[in-house]
């Protein structure tokens, strides 16, 4: 009787509302799953650039540079959310390293009409993607892949969706500057070019999305 009344309620409160209301409910507590720790430090070590053809979209990407502060918040999210011993915690603080301390990573979100076009990861890709090196040096990429978009990719990184793809691209890193024992990673550059367009998006204090 009590699972009936409830039942009633909702029932009730979709036709008053509209089914939108309760949608938006749902996903609202959905986020929760989520720190907001965590989505402090992604919105830091993220950027994004969308063009427009004829005020329609010709490509958005999303990037998000895995340096220091960004890795450390992703493992200790991944922690909580799997309940991660501290010995599993240090092992899987390995596998995010990857032996990559010479190495520069970004995941980046890709979504063009032409699905065809998005193919990064392709070595006879449309795209030609760069970064920045020390004194304005072009680096090309060491490797570029495409990430499947599993729940947890798509819960960590919401701008994840299912009408784009998701990749990695490593390039070697600059050599880093040092503050006394502090280490200061260079601000990069990360850019994307093609027939279809150019998109450029860069890190560092002051610099915009």
Known sequence: ?????????MFFLVVIFGCSYVKEYIEIADDDTISGEY?????????????????ETSIRVVATWKNREFADAY???YS???LLTA?????RRDILSDASSDLREFLFYAY?????SNDFSK???????FSSGEGGEMLEPLDIREIDSTPLVTKLFP??????????VKFPKSPSSTEGDTVIEDEPELVFTGVLGKIELKWGAGKNK
């Open 75 to 77: 493992l200790s999210e």
């Open 112 to 116: 063009i009409p032409d699905r065809d």
């Open 39 to 55: 989505f402090n430090a992604l919105n830091k070590c993220t950027r994004e650039k969308t063009l427009y053809s004829e005020f």
């Open 123 to 129: 070595p006879d890709s449309v795209w030609r993607v």
């Open 87 to 91: 010995a599993d915690r240090e092992q």
């Open 80 to 82: 909580r959310l799997y």
């Open 159 to 168: 701008y994840v969706k299912p009408y784009g793809k998701f990749y990695s």
């Open 1 to 9: 009787m009590k699972k009936l009344r409830v039942v009633l309620i």
